[in-house]
Structures are given as structure tokens and as C-alpha cells.
């Protein structure tokens, strides 16, 4: 294995387990190591400090592991064992369930890797080039630890790969390939398009917030902005909601709820969909809505795009103040890594100020436990909401 030496004091953020190496904290390396091989590092103490994979760009090395040992088969069996476990006793698997996030990248000490289980089918995500290179390994890991739960192991990293051009076909079956498309969450029903979809296919990190959405939906009327496959519209919908109206700029995604929510309520007419631009819509909206979530896109996917992201969100959220009825009810989100929970908070109270109107919070939301966050690695917090009562 090749190895890598720090600068003096750069091992700093090692020793206290951040699993990052970046660029320019690196002295020298016995050679260059090829985009994703396997190295060991050193300090300038010439001690060994960890394991990981190497790929070219700001962050250099991604830890794989603090002790000196091998990376094979076996760690990744080890690693996603944990992993299991975890969900076990979070108590995602079996029920009417069978849609969860059983590997979170640096939450689950496995940076760059991300796998999402619907039902028997694992949806596996590489994010660098060196678990891009170890796919066959970990797909042999998962079916060990998975057992006959797993039937069929899909690998998409068409779009979350970088050079992906030099690294070849990144999409298809790793194992089975005779899929049931339609997967369950708290006994609703949606299907998974594995090949087209965004992410893993389905945005597994708002299942909570979903269920707490159904709780406040009896009776209201309810807007869906940023539907995407319509996640939050089927819960509104069992929680009794009068109306449910699905926004998203994608015709696509449209048609993916209207797909959804016929699975779950087959010809309901409380349902309605519609492929709109957010703030052309809630500009010209007449509906006089009580419910309304927003849910969109990463604003700000770096730290340099953070002071228009905000302004982004702020304007986003005045419109909904704008317009939601007296005693409505507001769901709001960020998933923008770059903006912190205060950050987003101020964002939203800007907006509730320049609107005029009398707001409590009344749930402060984040990700669920399936998507944990590394203690060492602030920076795998990304998700956060609110949940305001608008007088
Ligand atoms: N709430 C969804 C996830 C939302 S993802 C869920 O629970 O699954 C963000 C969505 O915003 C994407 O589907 C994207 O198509 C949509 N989008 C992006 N820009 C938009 C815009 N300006 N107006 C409406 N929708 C937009």
C-alpha cells in the first residue's frame, strides 16, 4: 500500500477521528497513489495514524479506518454487520416497512458509500472513486450480511461519481435483477425508479416527518411543494386530509405522484397534481390552503453559495406566510449541507417578520436515526426543519 505523510500538526483532526484528509495537509507520498487506491497514512512522526481510500480533489483521503488493518471483504462485512444492527434497534426493518437507509457514508464509518434498501432490493450509491472500485467487494459483503433478505443489489453512481467518464458503466445489477418495483414505507405503498430516480430513488430521510405531517392533516387543505414522488401527499392523505394539491417543477415527478397516490387511494379526487414552478404557482395560487410544506431542492450545495441560498429560502418561505390561512400550519426544510440549523431558523424568521405574521415553532425536525450523524463529522447534519403554527 502506498503511504501518505502529513504536515506537522496536520494529524490533529485525525486523532480526535474526522474522517477527511484534506489536500493541504499532506507533505508527501512515497508515490501517487492511483484515483481510489487503498492508503496509509502517517504523521510527520512517521506514525501510523489511518487507512483510506485516495482520490484526487480538495478532500485527498477518505478514512476508511483509525486501526491497521485490512481493507477487504471482510472489513466490509464488520462495517455493514454494524450497520444492520443499528437499524435493527432502531427498529426501520420488517412491520409495514421496508424502506430504509441501512449505510449513511461518514455516519456509518463508510465515507463515500450510501445504501438504501426497498424491500429485497438494495439500492447502492458510490460518492468516491475508491468504493466505486471496491463495489464487487462490498455487494459480496452485503448479500453475507443481508442473507436471504436480499435478492437483488442495484449499483447507481452515474451521477454521484466524479470523472465518471474514465471509470465506465456505473449503472446495473451487482446481483438478481428481477425486481418488484413497488416498496412500502409505514404501510403506504410507492413505486422505486431505480434506473431515473433522484438519489436511491425515493427520499427515504423524511419518513418521520411524513408521519408527523399525517397526524396534522385531518381535514386541512394541504399544498405539496416540491413533491417530487409524492411522499408527503399519500401521509396528508390517510391522515384525512379535505384536499392535497402536489407541486414540482418536473412533469416527471408528477407523474411519479400521480403513480403514488393512485397505489395508495386509486381514484381519489382529493388528489390533484400539478408541474408548476414553486413561486409561479404560489404567486397565482387561489386554494386557500391550511397545510403547506416546502421541501426543496439544496440551495446551496457549497459554503461559497450560502448567502444566496438564505436570501433563497427567505423568499421562498415569505411567499407561504404570505399566503397560508390563520391558523395554518407550516412545514418547512433545508437540506443544504452548507446551511446550519441557525442559519436556516434566521432564514425563516426573516421571512415570518417581513410577512407580518405572528409564528410559533412547534417541532424542530432533522433526519431520521437511519441517517445518523458520525460524532467526529459535524458536517453529515444536513437536514433540518420546522414546524410553525401561523396565526
Ligand atoms: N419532498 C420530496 C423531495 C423533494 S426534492 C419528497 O418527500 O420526496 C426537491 C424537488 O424539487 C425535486 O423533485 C425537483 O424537481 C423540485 N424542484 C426544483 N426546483 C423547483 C422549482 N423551482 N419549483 C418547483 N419544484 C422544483
Redesign the pocket.
Known amino acids: 500500500m502506498k503511504s501518505i505523510f502529513l504536515k506537522r500538526g496536520k494529524e490533529e483532526s485525525l486523532r480526535r477521528f474526522h474522517p477527511w484528509i484534506f489536500s493541504g495537509a499532506i507533505h508527501h507520498m512515497s508515490e501517487e497513489p492511483k484515483e481510489g487506491e487503498k492508503v496509509m497514512v502517517f504523521t510527520s512522526e512517521d506514525e501510523y495514524i489511518a487507512t483510506g481510500h485516495f482520490q484526487i480533489g480538495s478532500i485527498m483521503v477518505r478514512v476508511l479506518s483509525f486501526d491497521n488493518e485490512d481493507i477487504n471483504q471482510h472489513f466490509y462485512e464488520r462495517r455493514l454487520a454494524i450497520a444492520k444492527d443499528v437499524r435493527q434497534r432502531i427498529g426501520v426493518l420488517g412491520g409495514d416497512n421496508n424502506t430504509y437507509r441501512l449505510v449513511h457514508g461518514e455516519g456509518d464509518n463508510l465515507p463515500g458509500l450510501v445504501i438504501d434498501i426497498y424491500g429485497n432490493t438494495a439500492v447502492m450509491q458510490a460518492h468516491s472513486v475508491g468504493m466505486h472500485i471496491d463495489r464487487q467487494m462490498i455487494a459480496k459483503a452485503l448479500k453475507t450480511v443481508m442473507g436471504d433478505d436480499l435478492k437483488n443489489i442495484f449499483y447507481k453512481s452515474e451521477t454521484t461519481l466524479p470523472f465518471k467518464a474514465e471509470l465506465g458503466q456505473e449503472n446495473g445489477f451487482l446481483l438478481g435483477g428481477d425486481t418488484n418495483d413497488v416498496a412500502m414505507e409505514n404501510g403506504l405503498k410507492f413505486h422505486v425508479d431505480w434506473l431515473r430516480g ?1 438519489k436511491t430513488g ?2 427515504v430521510d ?1 419518513r418521520d416527518n ?1 408521519s408527523l405531517l399525517e397526524h396534522y392533516s385531518h381535514g386541512r387543505k394541504v399544498l ?9 401527499s399519500f401521509y396528508a392523505m390517510r391522515g384525512g386530509a379535505e384536499l392535497v394539491h402536489s ?4 412533469q416527471k ?1 408528477i407523474d411519479l405522484t400521480k403513480a403514488n397516490v393512485e397505489l395508495n387511494f386509486p381514484d381519489d379526487p382529493r388528489h390533484e397534481a400539478f408541474a ?4 409561479k ?1 404560489l404567486d397565482q395560487m387561489k386554494t386557500p390552503y391550511d397545510l403547506i ?1 416546502l ?3 439544496a440551495f446551496a450545495k457549497h459554503k461559497d453559495a450560502l448567502h444566496n441560498a438564505l436570501k433563497g429560502y427567505t423568499r421562498l418561505n415569505k411567499k407561504a406566510f404570505e399566503k397560508i390561512q390563520p391558523g395554518g400550519i407550516l412545514f418547512t426544510f433545508s437540506c443544504s449541507q452548507a446551511v446550519n440549523k441557525d442559519q436556516f431558523r434566521t432564514a425563516v424568521f426573516t421571512a415570518a417578520a417581513s410577512a407580518g405574521r405572528n409564528v410559533r415553532i412547534l417541532h424542530q425536525l432533522h433526519q431520521p436515526a437511519d441517517h445518523p450523524i458520525n460524532i467526529y463529522h459535524p458536517e453529515g447534519e444536513y437536514l433540518k426543519g420546522l414546524v410553525l403554527y401561523v396565526e
Do not use: H, L, W
Open positions: 433522484q425515493f427520499f423524511q411524513r405539496n411543494m416540491f413533491c417530487y414522488t409524492g411522499g408527503f407541486v414540482d417543477s418536473s415527478a408548476e414552478d414553486a413561486f404557482f410544506i421541501d426543496p431542492p
